[in-house]
Protein backbone atom coordinates (compact mmCIF):
# COMPACT_ATOMS: atom_id res chain seq x y z
CA UNK A 1 0.00 0.00 0.00
CA UNK A 2 1.14 3.74 -0.38
CA UNK A 3 1.16 4.23 2.97
CA UNK A 4 4.04 1.80 3.70
CA UNK A 5 6.92 4.65 3.69
CA UNK A 6 5.42 5.96 6.31
CA UNK A 7 6.91 7.20 9.97
CA UNK A 8 5.77 5.13 12.88
CA UNK A 9 4.01 8.22 14.45
CA UNK A 10 0.47 8.20 13.52
CA UNK A 11 0.99 9.24 9.93
CA UNK A 12 -2.43 10.87 9.38
CA UNK A 13 -2.52 12.49 12.87
CA UNK A 14 -3.41 16.53 11.36
CA UNK A 15 -5.58 14.33 8.83
CA UNK A 16 -7.34 12.45 11.54
CA UNK A 17 -7.71 15.65 13.70
CA UNK A 18 -9.03 17.43 11.04
CA UNK A 19 -11.82 15.23 10.31
CA UNK A 20 -13.03 15.18 13.80
CA UNK A 21 -13.58 19.14 13.49
CA UNK A 22 -15.33 18.63 10.76
CA UNK A 23 -17.61 16.35 12.62
CA UNK A 24 -18.30 18.96 15.00
CA UNK A 25 -18.59 21.54 12.00
CA UNK A 26 -20.86 19.73 10.03
CA UNK A 27 -24.42 21.85 10.62
CA UNK A 28 -26.90 19.13 11.88
CA UNK A 29 -30.64 19.95 11.68
CA UNK A 30 -32.12 20.15 14.88
CA UNK A 31 -33.34 16.84 15.85
CA UNK A 32 -37.43 16.33 17.12
CA UNK A 33 -38.60 15.00 19.70
CA UNK A 34 -37.60 11.21 19.07
CA UNK A 35 -39.19 10.12 22.49
CA UNK A 36 -42.28 11.77 22.44
CA UNK A 37 -42.95 11.03 18.81
CA UNK A 38 -41.60 6.95 19.06
CA UNK A 39 -44.05 6.93 22.27
CA UNK A 40 -47.15 8.24 20.22
CA UNK A 41 -46.77 6.05 17.29
CA UNK A 42 -46.08 2.78 19.70
CA UNK A 43 -49.34 3.89 21.96
CA UNK A 44 -52.03 5.16 19.18
CA UNK A 45 -54.66 2.92 18.79
CA UNK A 46 -53.47 0.16 21.71
CA UNK A 47 -53.38 0.34 25.30
CA UNK A 48 -49.62 2.10 26.70
CA UNK A 49 -48.39 -0.98 27.68
CA UNK A 50 -46.68 -3.47 25.03
CA UNK A 51 -48.72 -6.54 24.50
CA UNK A 52 -48.36 -9.17 27.12
CA UNK A 53 -46.25 -12.51 27.03
CA UNK A 54 -46.20 -14.35 24.43
CA UNK A 55 -45.00 -12.12 21.70
CA UNK A 56 -41.39 -13.51 22.12
CA UNK A 57 -41.02 -14.63 18.68
CA UNK A 58 -42.26 -11.49 16.46
CA UNK A 59 -39.79 -9.07 17.17
CA UNK A 60 -37.14 -11.23 15.74
CA UNK A 61 -39.06 -11.17 12.35
CA UNK A 62 -40.07 -7.69 12.50
CA UNK A 63 -36.83 -5.98 11.48
CA UNK A 64 -36.58 -8.27 8.09
CA UNK A 65 -37.17 -6.69 5.62
CA UNK A 66 -39.22 -9.08 4.42
CA UNK A 67 -41.63 -8.26 6.69
CA UNK A 68 -42.14 -4.19 5.99
CA UNK A 69 -42.97 -4.82 2.64
CA UNK A 70 -46.37 -6.82 3.00
CA UNK A 71 -48.98 -5.76 1.77
CA UNK A 72 -52.12 -6.22 4.44
CA UNK A 73 -54.94 -6.00 4.64
CA UNK A 74 -56.92 -5.57 7.85
CA UNK A 75 -60.45 -5.91 9.23
CA UNK A 76 -60.70 -3.33 11.81
CA UNK A 77 -64.16 -1.31 12.88
CA UNK A 78 -62.46 1.30 14.83
CA UNK A 79 -61.50 4.01 12.51
CA UNK A 80 -59.37 5.33 14.95
CA UNK A 81 -57.16 2.03 15.10
CA UNK A 82 -57.43 2.01 11.30
CA UNK A 83 -55.13 4.91 11.26
CA UNK A 84 -53.02 3.82 13.55
CA UNK A 85 -51.84 0.96 11.15
CA UNK A 86 -51.51 2.92 8.66
CA UNK A 87 -49.16 5.78 10.90
CA UNK A 88 -47.53 2.56 11.80
CA UNK A 89 -46.88 0.80 8.73
CA UNK A 90 -47.86 3.17 6.18
CA UNK A 91 -43.75 4.30 5.06
CA UNK A 92 -42.56 2.92 2.18
CA UNK A 93 -43.09 -0.04 0.23
CA UNK A 94 -45.68 -1.23 2.46
CA UNK A 95 -49.47 -0.51 2.13
CA UNK A 96 -52.12 -1.00 3.97
CA UNK A 97 -55.69 -1.83 2.88
CA UNK A 98 -58.67 -1.56 5.04
CA UNK A 99 -61.30 -3.97 3.90
CA UNK A 100 -65.06 -3.87 4.69
CA UNK A 101 -65.29 -6.37 7.05
CA UNK A 102 -65.64 -9.19 5.10
CA UNK A 103 -68.25 -11.32 6.08
CA UNK A 104 -68.77 -14.85 5.06
CA UNK A 105 -72.21 -15.03 2.34
CA UNK A 106 -75.35 -15.58 4.98
CA UNK A 107 -76.62 -19.48 5.02
CA UNK A 108 -73.91 -21.20 3.39
CA UNK A 109 -75.06 -24.49 3.48
CA UNK A 110 -73.24 -26.59 1.76
CA UNK A 111 -68.93 -27.04 1.14
CA UNK A 112 -69.42 -25.63 -2.95
CA UNK A 113 -70.34 -22.15 -1.46
CA UNK A 114 -66.79 -22.07 0.69
CA UNK A 115 -65.32 -22.09 -2.01
CA UNK A 116 -62.10 -24.57 -0.85
CA UNK A 117 -61.13 -25.44 -4.16
CA UNK A 118 -60.85 -29.17 -5.52
CA UNK A 119 -62.46 -32.25 -3.68
CA UNK A 120 -59.93 -34.96 -2.36
CA UNK A 121 -58.94 -37.90 -0.10
CA UNK A 122 -57.17 -37.09 2.88
CA UNK A 123 -54.62 -39.56 1.57
CA UNK A 124 -54.55 -37.35 -1.73
CA UNK A 125 -54.24 -34.41 0.38
CA UNK A 126 -51.07 -35.15 1.76
CA UNK A 127 -50.09 -36.49 -1.85
CA UNK A 128 -50.56 -32.64 -3.56
CA UNK A 129 -49.44 -30.79 -1.39
CA UNK A 130 -45.56 -29.85 -0.84
CA UNK A 131 -45.77 -28.97 3.04
CA UNK A 132 -46.85 -31.80 5.69
CA UNK A 133 -50.84 -32.08 6.44
CA UNK A 134 -51.81 -31.92 9.79
CA UNK A 135 -55.20 -33.59 11.59
CA UNK A 136 -56.15 -32.73 15.00
CA UNK A 137 -56.89 -36.00 16.89
CA UNK A 138 -59.74 -35.12 19.35
CA UNK A 139 -61.96 -38.11 19.41
CA UNK A 140 -64.61 -35.90 19.45
CA UNK A 141 -63.74 -34.46 15.96
CA UNK A 142 -62.53 -37.72 14.76
CA UNK A 143 -61.75 -37.47 11.11
CA UNK A 144 -62.94 -34.73 8.61
CA UNK A 145 -65.59 -35.30 6.45
CA UNK A 146 -64.77 -33.56 3.69
CA UNK A 147 -60.89 -32.93 2.65
CA UNK A 148 -60.00 -30.14 0.15
CA UNK A 149 -56.97 -28.76 -1.76
CA UNK A 150 -56.19 -25.54 -3.88
CA UNK A 151 -52.93 -24.16 -5.30
CA UNK A 152 -54.01 -20.72 -6.30
CA UNK A 153 -50.81 -18.72 -7.57
CA UNK A 154 -48.28 -20.60 -5.44
CA UNK A 155 -50.40 -20.88 -2.43
CA UNK A 156 -50.54 -23.73 -1.78
CA UNK A 157 -53.74 -24.86 0.63
CA UNK A 158 -55.30 -27.73 2.42
CA UNK A 159 -58.99 -27.25 3.94
CA UNK A 160 -60.08 -29.95 6.56
CA UNK A 161 -64.55 -29.52 6.69
CA UNK A 162 -66.13 -31.45 9.88
CA UNK A 163 -69.92 -31.40 10.10
CA UNK A 164 -71.39 -30.26 13.26
CA UNK A 165 -70.71 -32.69 16.02
CA UNK A 166 -71.06 -33.16 19.86
CA UNK A 167 -68.97 -29.99 21.18
CA UNK A 168 -68.87 -28.61 18.27
CA UNK A 169 -72.52 -27.38 17.02
CA UNK A 170 -72.85 -25.44 13.41
CA UNK A 171 -72.25 -21.89 13.32
CA UNK A 172 -74.99 -19.87 12.96
CA UNK A 173 -75.04 -19.95 8.93
CA UNK A 174 -73.41 -22.73 7.99
CA UNK A 175 -73.90 -26.54 8.18
CA UNK A 176 -69.99 -26.85 9.34
CA UNK A 177 -68.89 -27.12 12.90
CA UNK A 178 -65.18 -27.18 12.37
CA UNK A 179 -63.01 -25.92 9.26
CA UNK A 180 -59.61 -25.96 9.42
CA UNK A 181 -56.99 -24.67 6.44
CA UNK A 182 -53.56 -24.90 6.01
CA UNK A 183 -50.99 -22.48 3.90
CA UNK A 184 -47.84 -22.96 2.70
CA UNK A 185 -46.21 -19.14 4.37
CA UNK A 186 -46.34 -18.17 7.00
CA UNK A 187 -48.88 -15.16 8.68
CA UNK A 188 -46.38 -13.63 10.83
CA UNK A 189 -46.00 -10.52 9.35
CA UNK A 190 -48.96 -9.77 9.48
CA UNK A 191 -49.42 -10.96 13.44
CA UNK A 192 -46.87 -8.14 13.56
CA UNK A 193 -49.35 -5.88 11.75
CA UNK A 194 -52.02 -6.40 13.59
CA UNK A 195 -51.04 -6.74 17.32
CA UNK A 196 -48.39 -3.24 16.86
CA UNK A 197 -52.19 -1.92 15.93
CA UNK A 198 -54.15 -3.34 18.15
CA UNK A 199 -57.31 -4.52 17.07
CA UNK A 200 -59.50 -7.02 18.97
CA UNK A 201 -57.93 -10.35 19.53
CA UNK A 202 -55.92 -12.61 21.98
CA UNK A 203 -51.98 -13.35 21.41
CA UNK A 204 -52.06 -17.02 22.54
CA UNK A 205 -49.00 -19.84 22.12
CA UNK A 206 -50.47 -23.06 20.57
CA UNK A 207 -48.95 -26.44 22.12
CA UNK A 208 -46.59 -23.96 24.18
CA UNK A 209 -44.73 -22.70 21.43
CA UNK A 210 -46.53 -22.06 18.40
CA UNK A 211 -47.85 -18.31 17.94
CA UNK A 212 -51.25 -17.84 17.48
CA UNK A 213 -54.14 -15.34 17.47
CA UNK A 214 -57.70 -15.51 18.48
CA UNK A 215 -59.98 -13.59 17.13
CA UNK A 216 -63.84 -13.70 18.25
CA UNK A 217 -65.31 -12.43 15.15
CA UNK A 218 -64.35 -14.06 11.76
CA UNK A 219 -61.03 -12.86 10.30
CA UNK A 220 -59.34 -13.10 6.90
CA UNK A 221 -55.70 -14.38 7.27
CA UNK A 222 -52.83 -12.90 5.56
CA UNK A 223 -50.36 -15.57 4.10
CA UNK A 224 -46.55 -14.80 3.03
CA UNK A 225 -45.33 -17.68 0.75
CA UNK A 226 -41.51 -18.58 0.79
CA UNK A 227 -40.86 -16.85 -2.29
CA UNK A 228 -42.52 -13.81 -0.55
CA UNK A 229 -46.06 -13.28 -2.38
CA UNK A 230 -48.70 -12.51 -0.13
CA UNK A 231 -52.28 -14.00 -0.42
CA UNK A 232 -55.32 -13.43 1.84
CA UNK A 233 -57.91 -15.24 2.51
CA UNK A 234 -61.48 -14.62 3.32
CA UNK A 235 -62.66 -16.25 6.36
CA UNK A 236 -65.65 -18.91 5.35
CA UNK A 237 -67.85 -18.78 8.81
CA UNK A 238 -68.72 -16.79 10.52
CA UNK A 239 -67.53 -17.52 13.97
CA UNK A 240 -64.41 -17.13 16.16
CA UNK A 241 -61.19 -17.60 14.54
CA UNK A 242 -57.31 -19.23 15.83
CA UNK A 243 -54.69 -18.36 13.54
CA UNK A 244 -51.63 -19.62 14.07
CA UNK A 245 -47.51 -20.48 12.28
CA UNK A 246 -45.95 -23.81 12.67
CA UNK A 247 -42.42 -24.12 11.01
CA UNK A 248 -43.54 -23.11 8.14
CA UNK A 249 -46.97 -23.72 7.33
CA UNK A 250 -50.16 -21.37 8.56
CA UNK A 251 -53.60 -22.81 10.12
CA UNK A 252 -56.84 -21.45 10.86
CA UNK A 253 -59.33 -22.66 12.85
CA UNK A 254 -62.70 -21.47 12.29
CA UNK A 255 -65.00 -23.30 14.85
CA UNK A 256 -68.20 -21.72 17.18
CA UNK A 257 -65.34 -22.13 20.53
CA UNK A 258 -64.72 -20.64 22.84
CA UNK A 259 -60.05 -19.36 22.90
CA UNK A 260 -59.98 -22.23 25.57
CA UNK A 261 -61.49 -24.84 22.93
CA UNK A 262 -60.09 -24.07 20.03
CA UNK A 263 -56.35 -24.09 21.94
CA UNK A 264 -57.15 -27.80 22.95
CA UNK A 265 -57.71 -28.47 19.30
CA UNK A 266 -55.41 -26.39 17.99
CA UNK A 267 -52.58 -28.46 20.34
CA UNK A 268 -53.52 -31.84 18.92
CA UNK A 269 -52.33 -31.03 15.65
CA UNK A 270 -50.06 -33.52 14.28
CA UNK B 1 -37.04 21.46 25.15
CA UNK B 2 -37.34 20.00 28.39
CA UNK B 3 -37.18 16.47 29.05
CA UNK B 4 -37.11 14.40 31.76
CA UNK B 5 -33.97 13.47 33.25
CA UNK B 6 -32.42 9.99 32.53
CA UNK B 7 -31.13 8.72 35.68
CA UNK B 8 -27.68 7.19 34.93
CA UNK B 9 -28.47 4.58 37.77
CA UNK B 10 -31.31 2.77 35.55
CA UNK B 11 -29.14 0.78 33.38
CA UNK B 12 -29.69 0.39 29.57
CA UNK B 13 -30.31 -3.31 30.03
CA UNK B 14 -32.64 -2.66 32.37
CA UNK B 15 -34.60 -0.60 30.31
CA UNK B 16 -34.44 -3.17 27.63
CA UNK B 17 -35.85 -5.63 29.77
CA UNK B 18 -38.53 -3.38 30.82
CA UNK B 19 -39.08 -2.58 27.76
CA UNK B 20 -39.43 -6.04 26.42
CA UNK B 21 -41.86 -6.44 29.12
CA UNK B 22 -44.23 -4.12 27.78
CA UNK B 23 -42.93 -0.90 29.45
CA UNK B 24 -43.32 1.86 26.86
CA UNK B 25 -42.21 4.48 29.05
CA UNK B 26 -38.75 2.69 29.62
CA UNK B 27 -38.40 2.53 25.87
CA UNK B 28 -39.12 6.37 25.97
CA UNK B 29 -35.79 6.59 28.44
CA UNK B 30 -33.72 4.76 26.14
CA UNK B 31 -34.68 7.10 23.08
CA UNK B 32 -34.26 9.89 25.24
CA UNK B 33 -30.87 8.20 25.85
CA UNK B 34 -29.79 7.97 22.24
CA UNK B 35 -32.07 10.51 20.17
CA UNK B 36 -29.40 13.06 19.61
CA UNK B 37 -26.50 10.44 18.26
CA UNK B 38 -28.76 8.37 16.10
CA UNK B 39 -29.90 11.97 14.60
CA UNK B 40 -26.17 13.19 14.15
CA UNK B 41 -25.64 9.37 12.77
CA UNK B 42 -28.26 9.29 10.38
CA UNK B 43 -27.86 12.61 9.07
CA UNK B 44 -24.04 12.65 8.83
CA UNK B 45 -24.70 9.07 6.75
CA UNK B 46 -26.36 11.10 4.50
CA UNK B 47 -30.54 11.02 5.36
CA UNK B 48 -30.22 14.71 4.41
CA UNK B 49 -34.14 15.79 5.03
CA UNK B 50 -34.94 12.57 5.30
CA UNK B 51 -33.28 12.72 8.84
CA UNK B 52 -36.01 12.50 10.93
CA UNK B 53 -38.11 9.95 9.35
CA UNK B 54 -35.67 7.82 8.87
CA UNK B 55 -34.46 8.11 12.92
CA UNK B 56 -38.07 7.40 13.51
CA UNK B 57 -38.33 4.45 12.00
CA UNK B 58 -35.85 2.88 13.47
CA UNK B 59 -36.52 3.67 16.68
CA UNK B 60 -39.91 1.81 16.03
CA UNK B 61 -37.82 -0.95 14.32
CA UNK B 62 -35.71 -1.54 17.42
CA UNK B 63 -38.22 -1.54 19.90
CA UNK B 64 -40.00 -4.50 17.79
CA UNK B 65 -36.42 -5.79 17.04
CA UNK B 66 -35.60 -6.08 20.74
CA UNK B 67 -35.70 -9.52 21.83
CA UNK B 68 -32.96 -10.02 19.52
CA UNK B 69 -30.65 -8.14 21.51
CA UNK B 70 -28.57 -9.28 23.39
CA UNK B 71 -28.42 -7.45 27.58
CA UNK B 72 -24.86 -8.27 27.49
CA UNK B 73 -23.95 -6.31 24.54
CA UNK B 74 -23.68 -2.51 24.74
CA UNK B 75 -27.45 -1.25 23.40
CA UNK B 76 -25.81 1.88 21.45
CA UNK B 77 -23.88 0.17 18.69
CA UNK B 78 -26.73 -2.01 18.19
CA UNK B 79 -29.64 0.66 18.04
CA UNK B 80 -26.62 2.53 15.52
CA UNK B 81 -26.18 0.04 13.31
CA UNK B 82 -30.31 0.19 13.04
CA UNK B 83 -30.42 3.44 12.25
CA UNK B 84 -27.53 2.86 9.98
CA UNK B 85 -29.52 0.10 8.07
CA UNK B 86 -32.33 2.29 7.78
CA UNK B 87 -30.47 5.47 6.62
CA UNK B 88 -28.94 2.98 3.41
CA UNK B 89 -32.44 1.69 3.21
CA UNK B 90 -33.70 5.26 2.20
CA UNK B 91 -30.81 5.76 0.28
CA UNK B 92 -31.56 3.09 -1.50
CA UNK B 93 -34.96 4.46 -2.50
CA UNK B 94 -33.60 7.47 -3.98
CA UNK B 95 -31.60 8.57 -6.96
CA UNK B 96 -28.35 6.78 -6.61
CA UNK B 97 -26.54 9.40 -8.02
CA UNK B 98 -27.30 11.51 -5.39
CA UNK B 99 -24.99 13.35 -3.12
CA UNK B 100 -24.76 12.69 0.21
CA UNK B 101 -25.34 16.40 1.49
CA UNK B 102 -23.20 17.06 4.31
CA UNK B 103 -23.73 20.84 5.10
CA UNK B 104 -21.34 22.73 7.26
CA UNK B 105 -21.72 25.68 9.44
CA UNK B 106 -20.91 28.63 8.25
CA UNK B 107 -21.48 27.48 4.73
CA UNK B 108 -23.65 30.34 3.57
CA UNK B 109 -22.18 32.70 5.41
CA UNK B 110 -18.84 33.21 3.81
CA UNK B 111 -19.46 35.48 0.67
CA UNK B 112 -21.65 37.50 2.85
CA UNK B 113 -19.28 38.02 6.11
CA UNK B 114 -15.97 38.99 5.86
CA UNK B 115 -13.66 36.64 8.00
CA UNK B 116 -10.39 37.30 9.48
CA UNK B 117 -8.08 35.20 6.43
CA UNK B 118 -7.20 32.35 9.01
CA UNK B 119 -10.63 31.54 9.49
CA UNK B 120 -11.40 31.80 5.64
CA UNK B 121 -8.27 29.83 4.93
CA UNK B 122 -9.68 27.24 7.69
CA UNK B 123 -13.41 27.24 6.39
CA UNK B 124 -12.36 26.44 2.73
CA UNK B 125 -9.49 23.76 4.21
CA UNK B 126 -12.96 22.18 5.60
CA UNK B 127 -14.85 22.45 2.49
CA UNK B 128 -12.18 20.95 0.28
CA UNK B 129 -12.08 18.19 3.41
CA UNK B 130 -15.86 17.63 3.07
CA UNK B 131 -16.41 17.96 -0.87
CA UNK B 132 -13.21 15.11 -0.59
CA UNK B 133 -14.90 13.02 1.94
CA UNK B 134 -18.39 12.87 0.43
CA UNK B 135 -16.35 12.26 -3.34
CA UNK B 136 -15.12 8.71 -1.37
CA UNK B 137 -16.48 5.67 -2.48
CA UNK B 138 -19.20 4.42 -0.40
CA UNK B 139 -17.29 2.29 2.22
CA UNK B 140 -14.44 4.42 2.67
CA UNK B 141 -17.00 7.28 3.07
CA UNK B 142 -18.79 5.47 5.75
CA UNK B 143 -16.22 4.18 8.18
CA UNK B 144 -14.61 8.22 7.87
CA UNK B 145 -17.91 9.37 8.87
CA UNK B 146 -18.39 7.24 11.84
CA UNK B 147 -14.98 6.96 12.88
CA UNK B 148 -13.70 9.99 12.76
CA UNK B 149 -16.50 12.78 11.85
CA UNK B 150 -18.90 10.54 14.38
CA UNK B 151 -15.66 10.16 16.79
CA UNK B 152 -17.27 6.65 17.34
CA UNK B 153 -13.98 4.13 18.41
CA UNK B 154 -12.88 1.53 15.82
CA UNK B 155 -14.97 -1.02 17.15
CA UNK B 156 -18.20 0.95 17.40
CA UNK B 157 -17.54 1.79 13.60
CA UNK B 158 -16.78 -1.66 13.13
CA UNK B 159 -20.00 -3.18 15.29
CA UNK B 160 -21.90 0.07 13.65
CA UNK B 161 -21.28 -0.58 10.15
CA UNK B 162 -21.54 -4.59 10.29
CA UNK B 163 -18.12 -5.22 9.10
CA UNK B 164 -15.24 -6.40 10.92
CA UNK B 165 -12.56 -4.20 13.00
CA UNK B 166 -9.89 -5.33 10.26
CA UNK B 167 -11.64 -3.95 7.26
CA UNK B 168 -12.36 -0.68 9.27
CA UNK B 169 -8.84 -0.74 9.51
CA UNK B 170 -8.17 -1.25 6.31
CA UNK B 171 -11.01 1.13 4.34
CA UNK B 172 -9.50 3.84 6.65
CA UNK B 173 -6.30 3.58 5.55
CA UNK B 174 -7.31 3.77 2.03
CA UNK B 175 -9.50 6.75 2.62
CA UNK B 176 -7.09 8.67 4.59
CA UNK B 177 -4.15 8.10 1.80
CA UNK B 178 -6.94 9.24 -0.65
CA UNK B 179 -8.04 12.28 1.51
CA UNK B 180 -4.19 13.36 2.52
CA UNK B 181 -4.18 14.92 -0.90
CA UNK B 182 -6.90 17.25 -0.26
CA UNK B 183 -4.77 18.49 2.92
CA UNK B 184 -1.69 19.51 0.84
CA UNK B 185 -3.15 21.70 -1.80
CA UNK B 186 0.15 23.05 -3.37
CA UNK B 187 1.61 19.42 -3.73
CA UNK B 188 -1.39 18.36 -5.44
CA UNK B 189 -2.55 20.88 -7.61
CA UNK B 190 -3.87 18.51 -10.30
CA UNK B 191 -5.81 16.32 -8.18
CA UNK B 192 -7.67 19.43 -6.63
CA UNK B 193 -8.85 20.60 -10.00
CA UNK B 194 -9.86 17.54 -10.56
CA UNK B 195 -12.26 17.27 -8.33
CA UNK B 196 -13.39 20.56 -9.68
CA UNK B 197 -15.95 20.56 -6.47
CA UNK B 198 -15.04 23.90 -5.05
CA UNK B 199 -18.12 25.56 -5.39
Known amino acids: MAEDHNDLHAPHAELEARLRRLGRSVDVPAAPDYATRVRERLTSGSPTTRPAAPVGWLRPLATAA ?6 VAVVLSVP ?19 LPTAAPSPRTTIDA ?3 LGESVTLEQAHQQVSFPVSVPSVPELGAPDSVYVRDERGLESVSLVYRPRAGFPAG ?16 IPYFEKLIEAGAPMTQVTVAGRWPGLYFATPHEVLVQTPEGVVHEDRPRLSGPTLVWVRGGVTYRLEAAVDLQQALAVASTFE | MT ?8 TDSALVEAARSGDVASYGLLVERYQSIAHRTAFAMGAGDDTADVVQEAFVKVYLALDRFQVTQPFR ?3 LRIVVNET ?3 WRWMSRHRTVPLPLVGDDLTAAVPAPEQVAEERETSRLLRDAVVALPPHQREVVVCRYLLDFSERETAQVLGIATGTVKSRLSRALAALQATLRPTMAPAAMDAEGRRG
Open chain 1, 66 to 71: AVLVVA
Open chain 1, 80 to 98: ATREAVADLFGFDGVRVRS
Open chain 1, 113 to 115: NLD
Open chain 1, 172 to 187: VDTQVGVLVSEYSGSA
Open chain 2, 3 to 10: RPVVTAAV
Open chain 2, 77 to 79: PWL
Open chain 2, 88 to 90: RNR
